[in-house]
Protein backbone atom coordinates (compact mmCIF):
# COMPACT_ATOMS: atom_id res chain seq x y z
CA UNK A 1 0.00 0.00 0.00
CA UNK A 2 3.07 2.35 1.07
CA UNK A 3 4.45 1.84 -2.52
CA UNK A 4 1.63 2.25 -4.39
CA UNK A 5 1.70 5.83 -2.19
CA UNK A 6 4.76 6.44 -3.33
CA UNK A 7 4.67 5.64 -6.67
CA UNK A 8 1.47 8.36 -6.99
CA UNK A 9 3.33 10.87 -5.83
CA UNK A 10 6.49 10.57 -8.07
CA UNK A 11 3.63 10.66 -11.38
CA UNK A 12 2.02 13.34 -9.84
CA UNK A 13 5.67 15.32 -9.69
CA UNK A 14 6.83 14.14 -13.14
CA UNK A 15 3.38 14.94 -14.58
CA UNK A 16 3.14 18.90 -13.45
CA UNK A 17 6.96 19.22 -14.20
CA UNK A 18 6.45 18.02 -17.86
CA UNK A 19 3.38 20.51 -17.56
CA UNK A 20 5.86 23.21 -16.13
CA UNK A 21 8.33 22.31 -19.23
CA UNK A 22 5.59 22.57 -21.92
CA UNK A 23 3.89 26.24 -20.75
CA UNK A 24 7.11 27.68 -19.67
CA UNK A 25 8.01 28.45 -22.64
CA UNK A 26 11.84 27.63 -21.22
CA UNK A 27 13.58 25.78 -23.79
CA UNK A 28 16.40 23.74 -21.09
CA UNK A 29 15.29 20.90 -19.42
CA UNK A 30 14.65 21.20 -15.94
CA UNK A 31 17.00 19.60 -13.20
CA UNK A 32 14.48 17.25 -11.46
CA UNK A 33 15.41 15.88 -7.99
CA UNK A 34 13.42 12.49 -8.31
CA UNK A 35 13.85 9.52 -5.66
CA UNK A 36 16.51 7.17 -6.16
CA UNK A 37 14.22 4.13 -7.49
CA UNK A 38 13.47 6.41 -10.34
CA UNK A 39 16.75 7.82 -11.67
CA UNK A 40 17.83 4.39 -11.74
CA UNK A 41 15.74 2.97 -14.22
CA UNK A 42 15.53 6.26 -16.74
CA UNK A 43 17.41 6.53 -19.50
CA UNK A 44 20.95 9.03 -19.28
CA UNK A 45 20.65 12.32 -21.33
CA UNK A 46 23.38 12.84 -23.59
CA UNK A 47 24.15 16.28 -24.27
CA UNK A 48 27.04 17.99 -26.59
CA UNK A 49 28.05 21.57 -25.98
CA UNK A 50 29.43 24.00 -28.31
CA UNK A 51 33.52 22.94 -27.19
CA UNK A 52 32.89 18.76 -27.62
CA UNK A 53 31.53 20.03 -31.12
CA UNK A 54 34.49 21.61 -32.22
CA UNK A 55 36.07 18.48 -30.71
CA UNK A 56 34.01 15.73 -33.04
CA UNK A 57 34.99 17.77 -36.46
CA UNK A 58 38.59 18.30 -35.24
CA UNK A 59 38.26 14.49 -35.68
CA UNK A 60 36.19 14.47 -38.47
CA UNK A 61 38.11 17.15 -40.61
CA UNK A 62 41.30 15.23 -39.74
CA UNK A 63 40.23 12.06 -41.12
CA UNK A 64 39.42 13.21 -44.17
CA UNK A 65 41.94 14.82 -44.82
CA UNK A 66 45.01 12.26 -44.09
CA UNK A 67 42.90 8.81 -44.60
CA UNK A 68 43.51 9.05 -48.60
CA UNK A 69 47.71 8.71 -47.75
CA UNK A 70 46.70 5.97 -44.98
CA UNK A 71 47.13 2.03 -47.18
CA UNK A 72 46.53 -1.55 -46.74
CA UNK A 73 49.45 -3.91 -46.88
CA UNK A 74 48.76 -7.58 -47.39
CA UNK A 75 51.53 -9.64 -48.04
CA UNK A 76 51.32 -13.68 -48.96
CA UNK A 77 54.79 -15.45 -47.56
CA UNK A 78 55.44 -19.21 -46.79
CA UNK A 79 53.52 -19.70 -43.66
CA UNK A 80 50.47 -17.85 -45.71
CA UNK A 81 48.65 -14.60 -45.83
CA UNK A 82 49.31 -11.19 -43.20
CA UNK A 83 47.66 -8.10 -43.00
CA UNK A 84 49.48 -4.78 -42.11
CA UNK A 85 49.04 -0.67 -42.91
CA UNK A 86 51.41 1.89 -44.22
CA UNK A 87 51.14 5.57 -45.06
CA UNK A 88 52.28 7.21 -48.38
CA UNK A 89 55.56 9.05 -47.42
CA UNK A 90 56.63 10.83 -51.42
CA UNK A 91 55.39 11.41 -54.36
CA UNK A 92 57.35 8.90 -55.74
CA UNK A 93 55.22 6.01 -54.32
CA UNK A 94 57.42 5.39 -51.31
CA UNK A 95 55.01 4.09 -48.79
CA UNK A 96 56.10 3.24 -45.04
CA UNK A 97 55.49 0.73 -42.91
CA UNK A 98 57.31 -1.83 -40.28
CA UNK A 99 59.52 -4.44 -41.01
CA UNK A 100 57.52 -6.94 -39.62
CA UNK A 101 54.93 -6.23 -41.63
CA UNK A 102 56.69 -7.43 -45.02
CA UNK A 103 59.05 -9.67 -43.36
CA UNK A 104 59.47 -12.52 -45.70
CA UNK A 105 56.47 -11.35 -48.05
CA UNK A 106 56.96 -13.47 -51.79
CA UNK A 107 53.73 -11.41 -52.58
CA UNK A 108 53.43 -7.51 -51.53
CA UNK A 109 49.67 -5.90 -52.36
CA UNK A 110 49.40 -2.31 -51.62
CA UNK A 111 45.74 -1.05 -51.70
CA UNK A 112 44.45 2.36 -51.48
CA UNK A 113 41.24 3.97 -49.91
CA UNK A 114 40.69 4.95 -53.84
CA UNK A 115 39.82 1.52 -54.40
CA UNK A 116 43.33 1.50 -56.43
CA UNK A 117 45.49 -1.95 -55.85
CA UNK A 118 48.92 -2.05 -56.82
CA UNK A 119 52.05 -4.57 -56.54
CA UNK A 120 54.78 -3.42 -53.94
CA UNK A 121 58.88 -4.19 -54.00
CA UNK A 122 60.75 -3.64 -50.60
CA UNK A 123 63.25 -1.48 -51.26
CA UNK A 124 64.77 -0.73 -47.87
CA UNK A 125 64.79 -2.12 -44.39
CA UNK A 126 65.96 -1.20 -40.96
CA UNK A 127 65.41 -4.13 -38.34
CA UNK A 128 66.19 -2.05 -35.32
CA UNK A 129 63.43 0.55 -35.69
CA UNK A 130 61.37 -1.76 -37.58
CA UNK A 131 60.92 0.09 -40.29
CA UNK A 132 60.69 -0.95 -44.23
CA UNK A 133 60.09 1.44 -46.95
CA UNK A 134 57.68 -0.11 -50.28
CA UNK A 135 57.88 1.31 -53.67
CA UNK A 136 54.73 1.42 -55.79
CA UNK A 137 53.54 2.29 -58.98
CA UNK A 138 50.33 4.15 -58.88
CA UNK A 139 47.98 7.31 -60.68
CA UNK A 140 49.25 10.25 -59.76
CA UNK A 141 45.56 10.88 -58.20
CA UNK A 142 45.97 8.53 -55.63
CA UNK A 143 49.13 9.26 -54.12
CA UNK A 144 48.58 11.52 -50.89
CA UNK A 145 51.88 12.05 -49.29
CA UNK A 146 51.43 12.62 -45.12
CA UNK A 147 53.65 15.41 -43.78
CA UNK A 148 55.56 14.50 -40.84
CA UNK A 149 55.79 16.67 -37.57
CA UNK A 150 58.09 16.67 -34.78
CA UNK A 151 58.35 13.93 -31.95
CA UNK A 152 60.40 16.03 -30.11
CA UNK A 153 57.41 18.22 -29.35
CA UNK A 154 55.05 15.57 -27.60
CA UNK A 155 53.95 15.90 -24.68
CA UNK A 156 52.47 13.42 -22.30
CA UNK A 157 48.47 13.78 -22.34
CA UNK A 158 48.36 14.91 -25.85
CA UNK A 159 45.77 13.78 -28.28
CA UNK A 160 46.72 11.36 -30.87
CA UNK A 161 45.27 9.53 -33.37
CA UNK A 162 45.65 6.13 -35.31
CA UNK A 163 44.46 4.67 -38.79
CA UNK A 164 44.81 1.61 -40.25
CA UNK A 165 43.75 -1.70 -41.23
CA UNK A 166 43.31 -3.46 -37.87
CA UNK A 167 41.58 -7.41 -38.51
CA UNK A 168 41.38 -6.17 -42.07
CA UNK A 169 39.00 -3.69 -41.34
CA UNK A 170 40.62 -0.99 -43.91
CA UNK A 171 40.05 3.03 -42.80
CA UNK A 172 39.93 2.60 -39.32
CA UNK A 173 40.34 5.55 -36.82
CA UNK A 174 41.00 4.75 -32.96
CA UNK A 175 41.37 7.69 -30.82
CA UNK A 176 43.72 8.26 -27.43
CA UNK A 177 46.64 9.95 -25.72
CA UNK A 178 50.11 9.91 -25.58
CA UNK A 179 51.02 7.96 -22.26
CA UNK A 180 54.43 8.43 -21.73
CA UNK A 181 57.43 8.79 -24.02
CA UNK A 182 60.94 7.48 -24.82
CA UNK A 183 60.24 3.88 -24.39
CA UNK A 184 62.02 1.18 -25.69
CA UNK A 185 61.96 -2.62 -27.23
CA UNK A 186 63.62 -4.72 -28.31
CA UNK A 187 64.95 -4.28 -32.16
CA UNK A 188 64.55 -7.26 -34.36
CA UNK A 189 68.20 -7.95 -35.10
CA UNK A 190 70.27 -9.75 -32.66
CA UNK A 191 73.32 -8.57 -30.61
CA UNK A 192 76.72 -9.22 -32.06
CA UNK A 193 76.98 -12.31 -29.82
CA UNK A 194 73.81 -13.58 -30.67
CA UNK A 195 72.69 -13.80 -27.05
CA UNK A 196 70.31 -11.29 -27.36
CA UNK A 197 68.89 -8.18 -29.36
CA UNK A 198 69.76 -4.34 -29.44
CA UNK A 199 67.00 -2.10 -28.13
CA UNK A 200 65.06 0.64 -30.10
CA UNK A 201 64.68 3.50 -28.21
CA UNK A 202 62.53 6.59 -28.83
CA UNK A 203 59.44 5.06 -28.97
CA UNK A 204 55.97 7.02 -28.15
CA UNK A 205 53.53 4.65 -25.51
CA UNK A 206 49.76 5.69 -26.87
CA UNK A 207 46.40 4.02 -25.60
CA UNK A 208 44.81 5.16 -28.90
CA UNK A 209 43.54 1.47 -29.54
CA UNK A 210 45.88 -0.44 -32.05
CA UNK A 211 45.27 -4.06 -32.91
CA UNK A 212 46.76 -6.65 -35.63
CA UNK A 213 46.81 -5.10 -38.54
CA UNK A 214 47.57 -1.65 -37.41
CA UNK A 215 51.22 -1.96 -37.59
CA UNK A 216 53.23 0.35 -39.74
CA UNK A 217 49.75 2.40 -39.86
CA UNK A 218 50.97 6.16 -39.10
CA UNK A 219 49.73 7.78 -35.48
CA UNK A 220 48.50 11.63 -36.34
CA UNK A 221 48.45 14.80 -33.55
CA UNK A 222 45.29 16.90 -34.10
CA UNK A 223 47.32 18.55 -37.05
CA UNK A 224 47.08 15.91 -39.18
CA UNK A 225 50.97 15.44 -38.83
CA UNK A 226 52.36 11.92 -38.78
CA UNK A 227 54.08 11.90 -35.58
CA UNK A 228 54.94 8.04 -35.21
CA UNK A 229 54.63 4.78 -36.73
CA UNK A 230 52.12 2.17 -34.97
CA UNK A 231 54.54 -0.19 -33.76
CA UNK A 232 53.54 -2.98 -31.93
CA UNK A 233 51.17 -3.74 -28.49
CA UNK A 234 52.02 -5.54 -24.94
CA UNK A 235 49.70 -7.83 -24.65
CA UNK A 236 48.62 -9.96 -21.72
CA UNK A 237 50.97 -12.90 -20.79
CA UNK A 238 47.70 -15.43 -19.81
CA UNK A 239 46.03 -14.97 -23.42
CA UNK A 240 45.75 -18.15 -24.54
CA UNK A 241 43.89 -16.94 -27.43
CA UNK A 242 47.10 -16.81 -29.26
CA UNK A 243 45.96 -13.82 -30.99
CA UNK A 244 47.38 -10.24 -29.34
CA UNK A 245 44.57 -8.04 -28.59
CA UNK A 246 44.75 -4.07 -27.49
CA UNK A 247 45.44 -3.77 -23.94
CA UNK A 248 45.97 0.07 -23.64
CA UNK A 249 49.45 0.11 -24.10
CA UNK A 250 51.13 0.43 -27.56
CA UNK A 251 54.19 1.66 -29.13
CA UNK A 252 54.81 4.02 -31.90
CA UNK A 253 58.22 4.64 -33.66
CA UNK A 254 58.41 8.94 -32.98
CA UNK A 255 57.99 10.81 -36.80
CA UNK A 256 61.71 12.45 -36.07
CA UNK A 257 63.72 8.73 -36.47
CA UNK A 258 61.12 8.31 -39.53
CA UNK A 259 62.67 11.44 -41.10
CA UNK A 260 66.24 10.35 -40.45
CA UNK A 261 66.10 7.08 -41.70
CA UNK A 262 63.69 6.36 -43.94
CA UNK A 263 65.27 9.13 -46.80
CA UNK A 264 68.50 6.83 -46.13
CA UNK A 265 66.89 3.44 -46.51
CA UNK A 266 65.51 5.19 -50.25
CA UNK A 267 68.62 5.90 -51.25
CA UNK A 268 70.63 3.03 -49.76
CA UNK A 269 68.57 0.44 -48.48
CA UNK A 270 69.78 0.52 -45.16
CA UNK A 271 70.67 3.02 -41.91
CA UNK A 272 73.51 2.57 -39.62
CA UNK A 273 72.67 3.06 -35.72
CA UNK A 274 74.82 4.41 -33.28
CA UNK A 275 76.64 2.11 -30.96
CA UNK A 276 77.98 2.18 -27.82
CA UNK A 277 78.69 -0.81 -26.94
CA UNK A 278 77.86 -1.78 -23.36
CA UNK A 279 74.60 -3.68 -21.27
CA UNK A 280 73.03 -1.80 -18.24
CA UNK A 281 70.59 -1.55 -15.55
CA UNK A 282 68.37 1.32 -14.19
CA UNK A 283 65.73 1.86 -11.62
CA UNK A 284 67.45 -0.66 -8.93
CA UNK A 285 65.88 -1.20 -6.05
CA UNK A 286 67.19 0.12 -2.61
CA UNK A 287 68.76 -3.26 -1.71
CA UNK A 288 70.92 -3.02 -5.28
CA UNK A 289 72.09 0.16 -4.82
CA UNK A 290 73.13 -0.50 -1.52
CA UNK A 291 75.39 -3.78 -2.60
CA UNK A 292 76.71 -1.62 -5.21
CA UNK A 293 77.45 1.39 -2.76
CA UNK A 294 75.74 3.81 -5.10
CA UNK A 295 74.95 7.13 -3.68
CA UNK A 296 73.23 7.86 -6.70
CA UNK A 297 69.30 6.89 -7.05
CA UNK A 298 69.35 7.00 -11.17
CA UNK A 299 71.11 6.93 -14.00
CA UNK A 300 72.44 3.74 -15.99
CA UNK A 301 74.63 1.13 -14.45
CA UNK A 302 76.85 -0.51 -16.79
CA UNK A 303 77.01 -4.34 -16.11
CA UNK A 304 79.31 -4.82 -19.14
CA UNK A 305 81.46 -3.67 -21.88
CA UNK A 306 82.06 -5.29 -25.05
CA UNK A 307 85.29 -6.07 -25.87
CA UNK A 308 87.07 -3.68 -28.83
CA UNK A 309 83.34 -1.54 -28.78
CA UNK A 310 83.92 2.69 -28.29
CA UNK A 311 83.04 1.93 -24.91
CA UNK A 312 85.81 0.27 -24.29
CA UNK A 313 88.09 2.54 -26.33
CA UNK A 314 86.96 5.18 -23.87
CA UNK A 315 87.40 3.53 -21.07
CA UNK A 316 84.19 2.76 -19.28
CA UNK A 317 83.98 0.70 -16.48
CA UNK A 318 81.89 -2.58 -15.48
CA UNK A 319 81.02 -3.91 -12.94
CA UNK A 320 84.07 -6.87 -11.59
CA UNK A 321 83.46 -7.08 -7.80
CA UNK A 322 81.29 -9.79 -6.17
CA UNK A 323 78.52 -8.67 -4.05
CA UNK A 324 75.90 -10.76 -1.69
CA UNK A 325 73.53 -10.35 -5.19
CA UNK A 326 73.94 -13.25 -7.61
CA UNK A 327 74.77 -11.83 -11.06
CA UNK A 328 75.44 -8.07 -9.86
CA UNK A 329 78.91 -6.94 -9.52
CA UNK A 330 79.85 -3.98 -8.04
CA UNK A 331 82.67 -1.16 -8.97
CA UNK A 332 81.47 -0.11 -12.16
CA UNK A 333 80.66 3.11 -13.66
CA UNK A 334 77.37 4.89 -13.67
CA UNK A 335 75.98 7.20 -16.02
CA UNK A 336 74.18 10.38 -15.20
CA UNK A 337 74.46 12.37 -17.82
CA UNK A 338 75.33 12.62 -22.23
CA UNK A 339 76.10 16.01 -23.93
CA UNK A 340 75.80 18.11 -20.57
CA UNK A 341 71.95 16.69 -20.00
CA UNK A 342 71.19 14.47 -16.83
CA UNK A 343 69.52 11.14 -17.14
CA UNK A 344 67.66 9.12 -15.11
CA UNK A 345 67.67 5.71 -17.00
CA UNK A 346 69.55 4.16 -19.78
CA UNK A 347 65.81 4.56 -22.08
CA UNK A 348 66.47 7.79 -21.78
CA UNK A 349 70.19 7.93 -22.76
CA UNK A 350 69.57 5.24 -25.63
CA UNK A 351 66.32 7.34 -26.89
CA UNK A 352 68.76 10.35 -26.80
CA UNK A 353 71.30 8.18 -29.02
CA UNK A 354 68.90 6.85 -31.72
CA UNK A 355 67.40 10.43 -32.61
CA UNK A 356 70.23 12.56 -32.88
CA UNK A 357 73.10 10.81 -32.97
CA UNK A 358 74.91 8.97 -36.04
CA UNK A 359 78.20 6.65 -35.99
CA UNK A 360 80.97 8.97 -36.33
CA UNK A 361 79.81 11.61 -33.79
CA UNK A 362 81.15 11.94 -30.69
CA UNK A 363 79.08 12.04 -27.50
CA UNK A 364 80.15 12.62 -24.01
CA UNK A 365 78.97 10.79 -21.27
CA UNK A 366 78.92 11.79 -17.38
CA UNK A 367 79.41 9.29 -14.96
CA UNK A 368 80.17 8.42 -11.44
CA UNK A 369 83.33 5.86 -10.82
CA UNK A 370 82.90 5.79 -6.89
CA UNK A 371 82.81 9.34 -5.34
CA UNK A 372 84.18 10.65 -8.43
CA UNK A 373 82.34 12.52 -10.80
CA UNK A 374 83.97 12.65 -14.77
CA UNK A 375 83.03 13.35 -18.10
CA UNK A 376 83.96 11.18 -20.70
CA UNK A 377 83.95 11.70 -24.28
CA UNK A 378 82.69 8.37 -26.81
CA UNK A 379 83.10 8.10 -30.63
CA UNK A 380 80.18 6.22 -31.86
CA UNK A 381 80.62 3.16 -33.90
CA UNK A 382 78.07 1.76 -36.51
CA UNK A 383 76.27 -1.47 -34.40
CA UNK A 384 78.03 -4.40 -36.07
Known amino acids: MKRKIVLSLVLVVLLFAMAACRFSGNSSLPQLQLPTQVQNILPPVVT ?4 QTTDQSILVNLFSKVNPGVVAIKTLTDQGGALGSGFVFDNAGHVVTN ?27 DLDSD ?50 LGRT ?35 FNLNGEVI ?13 TGEPINSGIGFAVPSNIIKRVVPVLIEKGKYDYPYLGITSIDDLPLDHLQQLGLKNFSGAYITSVVPGSPAEKAGLLAGTQDTQLTGLKAGGDLIIGIDGAPIKTF ?24 DQKLD ?4 LGARP
Do not use: C, W
Not at 228 to 240: F, Q, V, Y
Open 347 to 370: DEMLSYLVVNKSPGDTVTLTIMRG
Open 48 to 51: MNAS
Open 99 to 125: YHVVEGANQLEVDFPSGYKAMGKVVGT
Open 185 to 219: LDSMRQSQDGTGNFSAGGLIQTDAAINPGNSGGPL
Open 228 to 240: GINRAIRTDASNT
Open 376 to 379: VPVT
Open 131 to 180: IAVIKVDAPAEDIHPLGLGDSAQLQVGQFVVAIGNPFGLDSSMTYGIVSA
